[in-house]
Nanobody, 127 residues
């Protein structure tokens, strides 16, 4: 199984980026997906999750209204559209996959439930 993130970069505050996570080696439509982020020296934080069908989503309060997750099961890809970026959004962004299950928000915010992880893509937001 491989999850490969792309789309990170350097952007000014207020700008936008679109991250992609391409999955291979698994039946993508069988997996719930999520994005986490981690700044060096800090804990990994949950950002957003999406159910296998795309019909359910759950956002961390810190990104609600600014970020949008979506997925294309035909392309085995999950996306994260990030708008109105802030310097505090600076981090390495990771996508993660878990076999589809009941969409429990508390559970999906925990990294331990995800079986597969990408290597991450750096997002840097300058002030």
């Amino acid at each position: 199984v491989q999850l490969v993130e792309s789309g990170g970069g350097l952007v000014q505050a207020g700008g936008s980026l679109r991250l992609s996570c391409a999955a291979s080696g698994l039946t993508f439509s069988m997996y719930d997906m999520a994005w986490f982020r981690q700044d060096p020296g800090k804990e990994r934080d949950f950002v957003v999750a999406i159910s296998w069908s795309g019909t359910s989503t759950y956002y961390a309060d810190s990104v609600k209204g600014r970020f949008t997750i979506s997925r294309d099961n035909a392309k085995n890809t999950v996306y994260l559209q990030m708008n109105s970026l802030k310097p505090e959004d600076t981090a390495v962004y990771y996508c993660a996959a878990r076999i589809r299950n009941t969409f429990d928000r508390a559970a999906m915010a925990k990294g331990a439930v995800y079986a597969y992880w990408g290597r991450g893509t750096q997002v840097t937001v300058s002030s």
